[in-house]
């Protein structure tokens, strides 16, 4: 007879245990899960937060800078006025925790690439011949390629394709699209491109935003030398008749210096009356103005380079409302007044001598005669293309969150000559 065989009930209490310690582990596992993600959320949450405060902090920083620039004197700009130099408001801003530096650029201290030549492009720190022939190309308005240039061919036939602009640029990032233009040159980024130690990066010298109201320093429309009349010239202008019948006897003119010291066109100056032969002499009663033909006229008279200067802010040669921005000579640096200048750093550094010796400011363009070098040829060549006043103003703000570390920048152009300062762009984001 075979013995009984009695089954054990230790195993269910032990299967009880193996499956409550599995749902243990689960739920430990399932609050980690949650605790991570809740985690995640308030830190997500934290930055977006952050990023907002930084933001507005940035948006602040920007509207303190439109203030200083809307109070500023517009007779002139140099980097003695607060917008340039104030650590009380523009540096170090404390917004609860967020950390706020602003800075203002006048765009008129930069080269409009849209007005610069190629003897100046190339006067730019690390410019070679071919990259200075694609931004020229990029510029113009046919497709005839320059010896080192390109045009819509080269760029279609990149991996992602476009057209060439052929016109003016419209944003200064626009230049990475041309041929040569790279994110180490435009930015200088040593670590990107292998730089000179003199530049900072293209962005510092090349600007497409800098441009002026075709106005003086009053906001009146400027006096049209091509086009006034005689007594225009005189009352409006305070010129001598003489120097009024000078310019409408030799005009048009393309620049102001070609009215520097220019001999009459050879037209014959009468300075006695003129008598008809036929009739005689009239009388003339006291207080009565003689007949126009027997007034004496003014001989012809040229102008002068100090009367010329003068006049750079009340007249104009064009009729235009406004007009490609010059680089102001009181803002400018050293590399951006060399290539003005078309290489010749001893004139540019000249100037910057002379501008300290008067306090950080040219008042007038009249002052240009006090530098050393800047002949009548210099002057002949490159008045028209400088100015002591500006119109456009680049604002970067950056705002730092001392709780998360996360940066954000903004980059503003305003226009000030506009009523509360009208922004032609504004780009902002993480700084990566």
Same mark, same amino acid.
């Given at each position: 007879?075979?013995?009984?065989?009695?089954?054990?009930?230790?195993?269910?209490?032990?299967? *009880?245990?193996?499956?409550?310690?599995?749902?243990?582990?689960?739920?430990?596992?399932?609050?980690?899960?949650?605790?991570?993600?809740?985690?995640?959320?308030?830190?997500?949450?934290? &930055?977006?937060? +952050?990023?907002?405060?930084?933001?507005? =902090?940035?948006? #602040?920083?920007?509207?303190?800078?439109?203030? @200083?620039? $809307?109070?500023?004197?517009?007779?002139?700009?140099?980097?003695?006025?607060?917008?340039?130099?104030?650590?009380?408001?523009?540096?170090?801003?404390?917004?609860?925790?967020?950390?706020?530096?602003?800075?203002?650029?006048?765009?008129?201290?930069?080269?409009?690439?849209?007005?610069?030549?190629?003897?100046?492009?190339?006067?730019?720190?690390?410019?070679?011949?071919?990259?200075?022939?694609?931004?020229?190309?990029? &510029?113009?308005?046919?497709?005839?390629?320059?010896?080192?240039?390109?045009?819509?061919?080269?760029?279609?036939?990149?991996?992602?394709?476009?057209?060439?602009?052929? !016109?003016?640029?419209?944003?200064?990032?626009?230049?990475?699209?041309?041929? !040569?233009?790279?994110?180490?040159?435009?930015?200088?980024?040593?670590?990107?491109?292998?730089?000179?130690?003199?530049?900072?990066?293209?962005?510092?010298? @090349?600007?497409?935003?800098?441009?002026?109201?075709? +106005?003086? %320093?009053?906001?009146?429309?400027?006096?049209? %030398?091509?086009?006034?009349?005689?007594?225009?010239?005189?009352?409006?202008?305070?010129?001598?008749?003489?120097?009024?019948?000078? &310019?409408?006897?030799?005009?048009?003119?393309?620049?102001?210096?070609?009215?520097?010291?220019?001999?009459?066109?050879?037209?014959?100056?009468?300075?006695?009356? %003129?008598?008809?032969?036929?009739?005689?002499?009239?009388?003339?009663?006291?207080?009565?103005?003689?007949?126009?033909?027997?007034?004496?006229? *003014?001989? =012809?008279?040229?102008?002068?380079?100090?009367?010329? $200067?003068?006049?750079?802010?009340?007249?104009?040669?064009?009729?235009?409302?406004? $007009?490609?921005?010059?680089?102001?000579?009181?803002?400018?640096?050293?590399?951006? @007044?060399?290539?003005?200048?078309?290489?010749?750093?001893?004139?540019?550094?000249?100037?910057?001598?002379?501008?300290?010796?008067?306090?950080?400011?040219?008042?007038? $363009?009249?002052?240009?005669?006090?530098?050393?070098?800047?002949?009548?040829?210099?002057?002949?060549?490159?008045?028209?293309?400088?100015?002591?006043?500006?119109?456009?103003?680049?604002?970067?703000?950056? *705002?730092?969150?001392? #709780?998360?570390?996360?940066?954000?920048?903004?980059?503003?152009?305003?226009?000030?000559?506009? #009523?509360?300062?009208?922004? &032609?762009?504004?780009?902002?984001? %993480?700084?990566?």
């Amino acid at each position: 007879m075979r013995p009984k065989v009695y089954k054990t009930r230790c195993a269910r209490p032990a299967l *009880a245990l193996i499956a409550v310690l599995w749902i243990a582990a689960l739920m430990m596992a399932l609050v980690s899960v949650a605790a991570q993600t809740s985690l995640l959320d308030s830190r997500v949450s934290q &930055i977006e937060n +952050e990023k907002q405060r930084a933001r507005w =902090a940035c948006r #602040a920083g920007v509207e303190t800078a439109i203030a @200083l620039l $809307l109070e500023d004197d517009p007779s002139y700009d140099a980097l003695t006025d607060l917008w340039a130099t104030n650590p009380l408001e523009l540096e170090q801003l404390d917004f609860g925790g967020v950390r706020v530096d602003v800075q203002v650029v006048d765009t008129a201290s930069k080269l409009n690439v849209n007005a610069a030549t190629r003897e100046q492009l190339l006067a730019l720190p690390d410019m070679t011949e071919d990259t200075a022939d694609s931004i020229l190309d990029w &510029i113009d308005g046919d497709d005839e390629i320059r010896p080192g240039g390109a045009e819509s061919g080269y760029y279609l036939n990149l991996d992602i394709g476009y057209w060439a602009r052929n !016109g003016a640029i419209r944003t200064d990032r626009e230049l990475l699209r041309v041929k !040569g233009v790279t994110e180490g040159l435009f930015y200088g980024d040593p670590e990107q491109e292998l730089l000179s130690a003199d530049n900072e990066g293209w962005s510092h010298y @090349l600007t497409c935003y800098s441009r002026e109201r075709n +106005e003086d %320093i009053d906001g009146n429309r400027r006096i049209n %030398i091509n086009r006034a009349n005689q007594q225009n010239l005189t009352n409006d202008l305070g010129l001598s008749e003489g120097q009024a019948r000078w &310019i409408t006897e030799n005009r048009p003119f393309r620049q102001f210096t070609d009215m520097i010291g220019q001999p009459s066109s050879g037209q014959t100056t009468r300075t006695t009356p %003129i008598q008809p032969a036929a009739q005689p002499a009239q009388q003339t009663q006291p207080g009565q103005r003689q007949p126009a033909q027997q007034q004496e006229q *003014a001989p =012809a008279e040229p102008l002068d380079t100090a009367t010329v $200067l003068e006049l750079a802010d009340k007249a104009t040669l064009t009729n235009r409302r406004t $007009l490609p921005g010059r680089v102001n000579i009181n803002t400018a640096g050293e590399v951006v @007044l060399t290539a003005l200048f078309e290489g010749n750093r001893e004139l540019a550094l000249n100037v910057i001598t002379a501008r300290e010796g008067l306090g950080g400011v040219f008042l007038s $363009l009249a002052d240009l005669q006090q530098v050393e070098g800047m002949t009548q040829d210099s002057l002949q060549r490159y008045l028209d293309q400088m100015t002591i006043r500006s119109s456009i103003y680049e604002i970067h703000a950056t *705002a730092e969150s001392q #709780a998360t570390g996360l940066t954000w920048q903004v980059q503003v152009i305003v226009d000030r000559q506009v #009523a509360q300062g009208q922004v &032609i762009y504004w780009r902002e984001g %993480i700084s990566r």
